[in-house]
């Protein structure tokens, strides 16, 4: 299984940017998916995830609001539309995946997640 992200980039604080996390080597339409942040000196936090049927979403505090995750299960892709960004969103995001029996069940550690991308980078410039 390996997990691919892509559209980070370098943006002015106030824009946008959408990212993307395309899994292979198995189906995702029976996992909790979710993205997560880490920047220079800290721990990595979660930032959203979405459950399995995609009916249950969470967002941490600082982005509620501003982000939207979703996903596309014939693609095997999750997704995070940022918006509103400010510096403070400046980090190496990564999507993380595990397999669960629940339909509505999400995962908030980082220790419950099975699989993880190799991250992208934002910058938000103010």
């Known amino acids: 299984v390996q997990l691919q992200e892509s559209g980070g980039g370098l943006v002015q604080a106030g824009g946008s940017l959408r990212l993307s996390c395309a899994t292979s080597g198995r189906s995702s339409s029976r996992d909790v998916m979710a993205w997560f942040r880490q920047a220079p000196g800290k721990e990595r936090h979660i930032v959203s995830c979405?459950?399995?049927?995609?009916?249950?979403?969470y967002y941490a505090e600082s982005v509620e609001g501003r982000f939207t995750i979703s996903r596309d299960d014939a693609k095997n892709t999750v997704y995070l539309q940022m918006g509103s960004l400010k510096p403070d969103d400046t980090a190496v995001y990564y999507c993380?995946?595990?397999?669960?029996?629940?339909?509505?069940?999400?995962?908030?550690?980082?220790?419950?997640?099975?699989?993880w991308g190799q991250g992208t980078q934002v910058t938000v410039s103010s």
């Open positions: 979405i459950s399995r049927t995609g009916t249950v979403t």
């Open positions: 993380a995946t595990r397999y669960t029996d629940s339909a509505h069940t999400y995962y908030l550690k980082s220790d419950d997640y099975s699989y």
